[in-house]
């Protein structure tokens, strides 16, 4: 018995080696020489490209893209949040017309009551298909927000002193996508080309439900803008300026070239205006497509549709609410302007 006690009392001491640490290499100081070494070096080969103008002036573009777009995109996500968790579903079934051919243009028009940009626009699209609303109209409602709400035709208003019609001229032709848009989807659109993100059932604290929305909304939006700022600042930097002044005064090709700078410089909408009324050498049908397209099909909200509804939805979508967006603003320009 007393062997036993003295065995399991020598097996209660720790061994000699518990409680200390095994020596290590100490690869710390060298691992920061390294980094230091490399900063260094980086420091003396790249400092002449650093200072480029051409990086200048990526740096300030993307700055600004992220910068003006981000405080809509937190916008809209709060809006997102607060659709999905305080207003009951039901609601949208009572607002939006049962057939879906006439809640298109509803949900178009309704985008005339929401100051936002684009940013803003998609994450309450989403939100909207998340509580039962045919994606179609929701689509609708996504074009339209951006491009017509009153925050914008002030300020189209304002930068074209002298002229009422290009506001009035913007506001018809932007709806007239937007419906257009919609139908077209709900017509041809095939529910496996579009991803609607899942939200929360409901279920517990709505205020939870909204925390968990917003966080969700923002962190995933906010991604893709990056994405999206980062290639329109790209493309900033390399299309010359001097290309699109070449075609000023051919008519088709202004209208295209007027589009296609309105996709790359990815300008809010709440802005784009100013940036028009600068182009003096195009006509002011080109410039009305400059104002139609950019809220609707640019490089950051190619980025946030692809990353929200998927690959295959903007492969098909962006593409559609180009032409027409194109097409559309030919006819009213050569209508009202």
Not at 198 to 213: H, L
Not at 272 to 289: G, M, R, Y
Request: aromatic share 10%; net charge positive; with cysteine.
């Amino acid at each position: 018995m007393s062997e036993r006690a003295t065995v399991d009392a020598s097996q209660e001491i720790p061994p000699s080696e518990w409680g200390r640490r095994q020596p290590v290499p100490a690869v710390g100081p060298w691992a920061f020489a390294v980094v230091v070494g490399l900063l260094v070096v980086g420091r003396l080969v790249f400092a002449q490209y650093l200072t480029a103008p051409a990086l200048q002036a990526w740096a300030t573009i993307f700055v600004a893209i992220c910068v003006q777009a981000l405080p809509f995109l937190v916008f809209g996500v709060l809006l997102s949040a607060a659709i999905t968790a305080f207003v009951p579903a039901s609601f949208w079934t009572r607002a939006l017309p049962r057939r879906p051919f006439l809640a298109v243009p509803v949900a178009g028009a309704a985008g005339a009551v929401l100051p936002g940009c684009e940013c803003a626009s998609v994450p309450v699209a989403s939100g909207l298909m998340s509580r039962g609303v045919t994606p179609a109209a929701a689509l609708a409602f996504l074009l339209a927000s951006p491009a017509i709400n009153p925050v914008v035709i002030v300020a189209t208003v304002v930068a074209f002193p002298g002229q009422p019609m290009m506001a009035v001229a913007r506001f018809g032709a932007s709806l007239v996508v937007a419906v257009l848009a919609g139908w077209v989807w709900l017509r041809f659109g095939r529910a496996e080309w579009l991803r609607i993100p899942p939200r929360a059932s409901g279920e517990g604290s709505k205020w939870r439900t909204f925390q968990d929305a917003m966080g969700h909304d923002f962190l995933h939006a906010g991604g893709f803008l990056v994405v999206g700022g980062a290639t329109a600042a790209t493309m900033n930097v390399i299309v010359p300026r001097s290309w699109l002044e070449s075609v000023a005064g051919v008519p088709v090709l202004s209208v295209l070239a007027l589009a296609a700078l309105a996709v790359i410089l990815s300008i809010c909408s709440e802005a784009d205006a100013f940036v028009a009324a600068s182009l003096t050498a195009f006509s002011p049908t080109a410039k009305l497509a400059f104002l139609v397209v950019g809220p609707m099909v640019d490089l950051k909200l190619i980025a946030l549709q692809a990353g929200t509804f998927g690959r295959r939805f903007a492969a098909r979508f962006i593409p559609l609410t180009f032409v027409l967006a194109v097409i559309v603003s030919m006819a009213v320009g050569e209508v009202l302007l």
